[in-house]
């Protein structure tokens, strides 16, 4: 075993918040995340805007974390950050800061695909939350991604289906601006469909082959169904909104959970995780604590704080690597695309 603690400072940029960590071995020691209103008047991420909030957010994220973990730089043991995927200017100001800060202090760098990140998210040393085995299927569902990946070890993983349009977060923040509500719309579909009626309105789920998920058609359907009811009732969307978005949530989680149903029956793996930023989404988390007793599945959800994008994460891919000696050059260059 280690007999000096590792301590990994972890950057994150790979979207429009700026985030750092600090992480003693497994434990999270400090988690600092900056946010950037600016989009919100957008109706969405302006990557420009986001790579320059990036730069002016780094500095002070990186100083705040390092302060609250009460830990000096120079007793960090290893940079790691986020390779990608992501928005190629929000990842440039992580990985150049990251690159300088481990040459200025002679340690290690790691790279870190954000992908992974969500999944071993798990892995964090956090009271009251356990730690699936290998193996387990992974359900990472986000702005930008939604995939069931295999996970057989820490850097053993496959993806066994995901999706062929557009991704699970993509589809709530679409059809809450289809319905008039601000960005970021998927949390505030969340927070009314608590007290709506799931069973409202009936929309068809895609037929999709084998474990990939498509959801633009569903997209689609929820335009023309809003369309139609507002030429009828102009006032239908106010009238009606937790119905609406109590039918819309129910719908999304129904796609998912017949197709993790199916990868659990083709897989005979009954371990399942979530991550990602729409695993912050309570429906869901509700659906798959309940699937326990249902299914007798062992399901496994981050802490709050682990879902959305954050540094603690990454740290703790990159104390995995850090273990395996598994470091990077700064010859690493960030990638908006990255093979899983």
Not at 217 to 244: C, H, M, S, W
Not at 282 to 310: C, H, M, Q, V
Request: hydrophobic share 40%.
């Amino acid at each position: 075993m280690l007999h000096n603690d590792v301590f990994i400072l972890a950057i994150e940029s790979s979207c429009d918040d700026t985030a750092a960590a600090v992480l003693r071995n497994n434990k999270v020691l400090s988690n600092v995340v900056a946010g950037q209103k600016i989009h919100e008047e957008y109706g969405g991420v302006v990557p420009e805007l986001a790579s320059r909030a990036h730069q002016q957010n780094i500095v002070p994220v990186v100083d705040m974390a390092l302060k609250r973990a009460n830990v000096n730089k120079n007793q960090l043991s290893s940079i790691a950050f986020t390779q990608g995927p992501g928005l190629m200017g929000s990842l440039l100001v992580g990985t150049s800061f990251a690159k300088s800060l481990s040459l200025s202090l002679n340690i290690p760098l790691i790279a870190v695909n954000h992908m992974h990140a969500h999944i071993l998210a798990h892995f964090i040393d956090e009271e009251g939350f356990d730690k699936p085995e290998f193996p387990f299927l992974a359900l990472t569902i986000s702005g930008g991604h939604t995939q069931i990946v295999k996970v057989n070890s820490f850097f053993n993983m496959e993806i066994i289906g995901e999706t062929t349009d557009d991704a699970v977060g993509e589809a709530f923040d679409k059809s809450a601006k289809i319905m008039g509500l601000p960005y970021p719309g998927g949390p505030l579909i969340d927070k009314f469909a608590r007290e709506g009626n799931p069973k409202k309105y009936q929309f068809t789920k895609p037929k999709v082959e084998g474990l990939n998920f498509s959801f633009s058609g569903l997209k689609t359907q929820i335009l023309y169904f809003i369309q139609r009811n507002v030429a009828d009732n102009p006032n239908f969307i106010e009238e009606n909104k937790a119905d609406i978005c109590a039918s819309i949530q129910h719908t999304i989680i129904e796609i998912l959970m017949d197709k993790l149903k199916m990868a659990v029956a083709e897989t005979g793996i009954t371990k399942i995780a979530i991550g990602g930023g729409v695993s912050a989404n309570s429906g869901i988390r509700e659906t798959l604590k309940n699937a326990e007793g249902k299914y007798g599945w062992k399901t496994f959800i981050p802490k709050f704080e682990y879902t959305t994008d954050n540094a603690a994460m990454i740290g703790i891919v990159g104390y995995q690597k850090y273990l395996e000696n598994r470091f990077n050059d700064a010859s690493i260059v960030s990638k908006a695309r990255i093979e899983f």
